[in-house]
């Protein structure tokens, strides 16, 4: 065991034996008293969680907490503990990039369902010394013998209702398992950047695995396993690998449980002895390999061994004297930016002499404007977005400010459009993101994930780590340019966003969940370019989350409150309100980038979440 293990080990064991007197998200108080501490989850009577919030003493009354600021480095993500990781990494001498592997990490330890070394990893850094952008996509490739037949031969066909991704592929189990990326592009961005290795970076990881942690509030409530079994006719059960991996005594952790995984510290540890070799070609391989050929995957060792990540150029637009930079395909991101560029020529055509600012966000016209945006751009989204290695994606076309004029006279200002035939698609997406900075001035957008709660629902049995079901958002429509073929990607909803001045950085933008990432994205640019909002305000403001094929609307209560009913007589098809649908949002701005002497970090992480925003 190293030294830095152990120096973990005892942090995390001290936090546990602090909280190790919880059980159901309560502490036990006296008789007849209400229970301490409640979660308001399965408590919600004790009359705390019927009390009025208090309004912040200064600024905007609803801004959850102040945004964090920092000279020297920042970490943002969905969970409090791994931020702190990856901060401990910044002071111990790393930078952003061992930071943000290190926080990733954790984030397989302690927000399991959401990402794991069987998933999937994009990213973009800026590297100040060239200031330039680098963009990773570490996405996984469909194994061999992934054809439309051999699912026909077991009983999955396209779905005639479902016009999107994933058409006919099961939600779960092993037929959606496509070869990880993670781990092969987490020693790729440390060997190119990073200035630490996997024994450093992966150490804070093994620790809490080995010693344990308290589950948080949130992630509690997400810890759910889905169904994964059989291979026809999936999904009816569960995986008893999973159970016996991430149950205690057959049941999920509530909040303040402590929970272990030591098969996840051993698979830490044989990558911090071996490396990503140790995944794609070792013992992990050959388990990963074993445990598909006895559910009926077509995996092999050679899709493993041949697995490669690539570097990639990111794609952009201007917005508001901005330049805007997103993933490109089979990442949706680029999509963001297409909303933005249909909101940018389109809104003073929709409405003259008024501006989503005048409009401002107590306005039922602007939440119309806003989704009929984000309409044009998935109708596109769909139609062209997929592995650009098989097939051609129009990407500059599709991201010219001409593109976007000519897609104006599709929205009627004052009614809903439809999208489409009538129809229905799953919308599973579960992922986490992170951002990080360093006394460099390096800054880096992250995005890691099993896809869905739990990917696949399949666990590696010895090694403690889920397998992500990344596969099924392809289709098994034989039109589809995104039709499921050997090593081919899938259609991929993960997003990362960057904010320039001219060669100067000015912004991480982070926003995970499924088809609400690009959505999000677009939203948040908003909010802090038209509306004027800090980082935690961009995240605090209430948003909406659009289903493309249903053509279903989704807004938070508040919003619901204030819009819904005018919303619903202009034609939207509204479901209930739901803050889960929303996802998570992360995101650093810098100020001064180039004068070490007065720059500044700021940060913003979504309340809906459990994280924070740390600086030194």
């Given at each position: 065991?190293?030294?830095?293990?152990?120096?973990?080990?005892?942090?995390?064991?001290?936090?546990?034996?602090?909280?190790?007197?919880?059980?159901?998200?309560?502490?036990?108080?006296?008789?007849?008293?209400?229970?301490?501490?409640?979660?308001?989850?399965?408590?919600?009577?004790?009359?705390?969680?019927?009390?009025?919030?208090?309004?912040?003493?200064?600024?905007?009354?609803?801004?959850?907490?102040?945004?964090?600021?920092?000279?020297?480095?920042?970490?943002?993500?969905?969970?409090?503990?791994?931020?702190?990781?990856?901060?401990?990494?910044?002071?111990?001498?790393?930078?952003?990039?061992?930071?943000?592997?290190?926080?990733?990490?954790?984030?397989?330890?302690?927000?399991?369902?959401?990402?794991?070394?069987?998933?999937?990893?994009?990213?973009?850094?800026?590297?100040?010394?060239?200031?330039?952008?680098?963009?990773?996509?570490?996405?996984?490739?469909?194994?061999?013998?992934?054809?439309?037949?051999?699912?026909?031969?077991?009983?999955?066909?396209?779905?005639?209702?479902?016009?999107?991704?994933?058409?006919?592929?099961?939600?779960?189990?092993?037929?959606?398992?496509?070869?990880?990326?993670?781990?092969?592009?987490?020693?790729?961005?440390?060997?190119?950047?990073?200035?630490?290795?996997?024994?450093?970076?992966?150490?804070?990881?093994?620790?809490?695995?080995?010693?344990?942690?308290?589950?948080?509030?949130?992630?509690?409530?997400?810890?759910?396993?889905?169904?994964?079994?059989?291979?026809?006719?999936?999904?009816?059960?569960?995986?008893?690998?999973?159970?016996?991996?991430?149950?205690?005594?057959?049941?999920?952790?509530?909040?303040?449980?402590?929970?272990?995984?030591?098969?996840?510290?051993?698979?830490?540890?044989?990558?911090?002895?071996?490396?990503a070799q140790a995944f794609y070609h070792g013992e992990i391989a050959k388990a990963l390999v074993a445990k598909s050929t006895a559910l009926g995957?077509?995996?092999?060792?050679?899709?493993?061994?041949?697995?490669?990540?690539?570097?990639?150029?990111?794609?952009?637009?201007?917005?508001?004297?901005?330049?805007?930079?997103?993933?490109?395909?089979?990442?949706?991101?680029?999509?963001?930016?297409?909303?933005?560029?249909?909101?940018?020529?389109?809104?003073?055509?929709?409405?003259?002499?008024?501006?989503?600012?005048?409009?401002?966000?107590?306005?039922?016209?602007?939440?119309?404007?806003?989704?009929?945006?984000?309409?044009?751009?998935?109708?596109?989204?769909?139609?062209?977005?997929?592995?650009?290695?098989?097939?051609?994606?129009?990407?500059?076309?599709?991201?010219?400010?001409?593109?976007?004029?000519?897609?104006?006279?599709?929205?009627?200002?004052?009614?809903?459009?439809?999208?489409?035939?009538?129809?229905?698609?799953?919308?599973?997406?579960?992922?986490?993101?992170?951002?990080?900075?360093?006394?460099?001035?390096?800054?880096?957008?992250?995005?890691?994930?099993?896809?869905?709660?739990?990917?696949?629902?399949?666990?590696?049995?010895?090694?403690?780590?889920?397998?992500?079901?990344?596969?099924?958002?392809?289709?098994?429509?034989?039109?589809?340019?995104?039709?499921?073929?050997?090593?081919?990607?899938?259609?991929?909803?993960?997003?990362?966003g960057f904010v320039m001045d001219g060669s100067n950085p000015l912004m991480t933008l982070l926003l995970m969940g499924g088809d609400m990432q690009?959505?999000?994205?677009?939203?948040?640019?908003?909010?802090?370019?038209?509306?004027?909002?800090?980082?935690?305000?961009?995240?605090?403001?209430?948003?909406?989350?659009?289903?493309?094929?249903?053509?279903?609307?989704?807004?938070?209560?508040?919003?619901?409150?204030?819009?819904?009913?005018?919303?619903?007589?202009?034609?939207?098809?509204?479901?209930?309100?739901?803050?889960?649908?929303?996802?998570?949002?992360?995101?650093?701005?810098?100020?001064?980038?180039?004068?070490?002497?007065?720059?500044?970090?700021?940060?913003?992480?979504?309340?809906?979440?459990?994280?924070?925003?740390?600086?030194?």
């Amino acid at each position: 065991m190293t030294k830095t293990t152990t120096a973990w080990r005892r942090g995390s064991a001290a936090l546990a034996l602090g909280v190790a007197i919880t059980l159901g998200g309560s502490v036990l108080a006296q008789t007849g008293s209400s229970p301490l501490f409640s979660t308001c989850e399965k408590d919600a009577a004790t009359p705390a969680c019927n009390a009025i919030r208090g309004d912040r003493a200064e600024g905007w009354p609803a801004q959850s907490r102040a945004e964090v600021f920092a000279q020297h480095g920042m970490v943002t993500t969905s969970q409090p503990l791994a931020a702190q990781a990856g901060l401990q990494i910044l002071k111990n001498g790393g930078n952003a990039i061992d930071a943000a592997v290190a926080t990733a990490a954790v984030l397989n330890v302690v927000e399991p369902m959401n990402v794991g070394v069987g998933g999937d990893l994009f990213a973009i850094v800026y590297v100040a010394k060239e200031h330039k952008l680098y963009a990773l996509n570490a996405s996984g490739m469909a194994p061999t013998g992934a054809t439309p037949e051999h699912f026909a031969s077991l009983g999955y066909h396209a779905d005639p209702k479902n016009w999107g991704p994933s058409s006919g592929m099961p939600s779960g189990g092993i037929l959606t398992v496509t070869a990880p990326g993670s781990v092969w592009g987490w020693e790729a961005i440390l060997k190119r950047f990073g200035t630490m290795g996997f024994k450093q970076v992966l150490a804070p990881a093994e620790s809490y695995a080995q010693g344990g942690f308290p589950v948080s509030q949130r992630i509690a409530h997400d810890w759910r396993l889905p169904k994964a079994l059989p291979l026809k006719g999936c999904c009816t059960s569960v995986d008893p690998d999973s159970v016996a991996a991430w149950y205690i005594d057959g049941k999920p952790p509530v909040a303040g449980q402590i929970y272990r995984n030591p098969d996840l510290a051993k698979t830490f540890r044989l990558l911090q002895a071996g490396g990503a070799q140790a995944f794609y070609h070792g013992e992990i391989a050959k388990a990963l390999v074993a445990k598909s050929t006895a559910l009926g995957g077509t995996m092999t060792l050679d899709d493993l061994a041949n697995y490669h990540g690539e570097w990639v150029e990111p794609v952009h637009t201007s917005y508001h004297g901005h330049e805007v930079y997103e993933l490109p395909p089979p990442s949706q991101d680029w999509a963001a930016l297409e909303m933005i560029n249909v909101l940018e020529q389109c809104v003073p055509v929709w409405t003259p002499g008024q501006t989503l600012a005048s409009l401002g966000p107590r306005s039922a016209e602007y939440w119309h404007l806003m989704v009929e945006a984000k309409k044009l751009a998935y109708a596109d989204l769909i139609r062209f977005n997929a592995d650009p290695n098989f097939v051609k994606v129009p990407i500059d076309e599709l991201l010219s400010k001409a593109h976007a004029r000519s897609l104006c006279g599709k929205v009627d200002p004052r009614h809903a459009s439809a999208t489409g035939p009538a129809g229905e698609a799953s919308g599973l997406g579960d992922t986490i993101v992170l951002s990080t900075a360093d006394d460099q001035g390096n800054m880096v957008a992250w995005v890691n994930s099993n896809y869905s709660g739990f990917g696949s629902g399949i666990t590696v049995p010895g090694y403690g780590f889920i397998l992500h079901n990344r596969g099924g958002l392809f289709s098994l429509d034989p039109k589809s340019p995104n039709v499921i073929a050997p090593h081919k990607r899938p259609y991929n909803t993960l997003a990362a966003g960057f904010v320039m001045d001219g060669s100067n950085p000015l912004m991480t933008l982070l926003l995970m969940g499924g088809d609400m990432q690009a959505q999000g994205h677009a939203q948040a640019l908003v909010n802090i370019f038209d509306l004027g909002a800090n980082l935690q305000m961009a995240t605090d403001m209430a948003r909406f989350r659009h289903s493309q094929v249903p053509n279903r609307l989704v807004l938070e209560q508040p919003l619901y409150d204030a819009v819904g009913k005018d919303l619903a007589a202009m034609g939207h098809k509204l479901g209930p309100a739901d803050s889960a649908a929303m996802g998570g949002f992360q995101a650093i701005a810098v100020s001064h980038p180039e004068d070490k002497a007065r720059r500044v970090y700021r940060a913003g992480s979504d309340h809906r979440k459990d994280g924070q925003a740390v600086g030194w």
